[in-house]
């Protein structure tokens, strides 16, 4: 019986099932709205254990979860390393440096190879937009999408949500800016599918290259979505306010103006124009001086940019338990 949960590894029928939705963590998109609270609730729950201030409970033990990151990360690859550790289990982290990826081979075959092992649920991040759907049809564990291209960071929207919930409360009917490189920015995509499901109002701000024509009418919701490339005009008027790190490894740099601190910076004066209350959010690496500077990003009553870090494990500790704990 040593094999008996892999025989479908073996006696594969077709390499192009459809993904597990039950358990693969893809996208925000079409993720129904209450399985969305749900996932906020069990992590706001896991919280304390995140940060080590409870213990947490270890129904992951004995299960071996694969970070296969492809692309370069600090927050994410150690969040999903802290999150799968804290619940019990076993980690095993692969990345495109010194794997077999440096030869030639293909995300899917890595993918599978790993799967073949053993292990009960693959993390996956990769430039490659739509790239770890890829993965979930061709494997039988659950996958989990940690960033792909330009498409979607399901993980990182929940914890969005999570630190704007713990500083707003519920977010229905707060107005929510998310400045910046719009255009390449797979974090935007995701939170603004949560938002807007979630019943806030988001405010895109950022120069008009950098800001596809279509996104007010990328998702649906009671929430909605506002364009603007005017930050000075809507500053006074928001909840809370997402800065995005332009992304020059995407390209991002031919559609910036030199200076675009002054235009679309969260500068120390924009950061008086806010109103009482109003947290400052960035997803991380941060580019100090350039879309935030080094007194907003630090500002205690401020910033949550710490805050989001902390509330990544909650988050990714709530993915995986859906995923695996059962």
């Known amino acids: 019986m040593l094999y008996s949960s892999r025989v479908r590894l073996i006696h594969r029928t077709s390499g192009t099932q459809l993904a597990n939705s039950a358990r693969d ?108 759907q890829l993965v979930a049809q061709a494997v039988d564990c659950p996958v989990i999408n940690a960033g792909d291209g330009r498409h979607e960071h399901p993980t990182q929207a929940l914890l969005d949500c999570l630190a704007l919930r713990l500083r707003l409360g519920a977010l ?72 995005l790190r332009v992304q020059l490894e995407r390209a991002a740099g031919t559609g910036i103006a030199p200076d675009y601190r002054a235009a679309y910076g969260l500068t120390v004066a924009r950061m008086a ?4 209350g109003v947290p ?3 997803p991380g690496p941060v580019n100090r001086g350039v879309e935030i500077d080094d007194a907003v990003a630090d500002d205690t009553a401020r910033s949550v940019i710490l805050a989001q870090v902390s509330c990544g494990v909650a988050a990714r500790m709530a993915v995986l338990v859906r995923a695996l704990d059962r």
């Open 172 to 243: 229905q009917g707060a107005r929510v800016a998310i400045v910046g490189d719009i255009a390449n920015s797979r974090v935007a995509r995701s939170a603004t599918h949560a938002l807007v499901r979630l019943g806030a109002h988001v405010v895109i701000v950022g120069p008009p290259a950098l800001v596809p024509s279509g996104f007010a009418e990328l998702c649906k919701g009671p929430g909605t979505i506002t364009i603007t490339h005017d930050l000075d005009a809507i500053i006074q008027e928001i909840d809370a306010i997402m800065m």
């Open 273 to 276: 124009k806010l109103r009482s």
């Open 25 to 132: 963590f893809l996208a925000i998109e079409g993720l129904p709205v209450s399985e969305l609270t749900q996932l906020l609730d069990h992590a706001q729950r896991l919280l304390p254990s995140a940060v080590g201030d409870e213990p947490a409970n270890e129904v992951l033990r004995g299960r071996v979860v694969a970070n296969i990151f492809f692309e370069d990360s600090t927050r994410t690859r150690v969040s999903f390393e802290v999150a799968a550790r804290r619940l019990g289990a076993d980690v095993v982290n692969l990345g495109a440096s010194g794997s077999s990826a440096s030869k030639g081979e293909t995300l899917v075959d890595t993918a599978r190879n790993i799967e073949a092992m053993g292990v009960d649920a693959l993390v996956v991040r990769t430039s490659i937009s739509g790239g770890a």
């Open 280 to 282: 400052v959010l960035h």
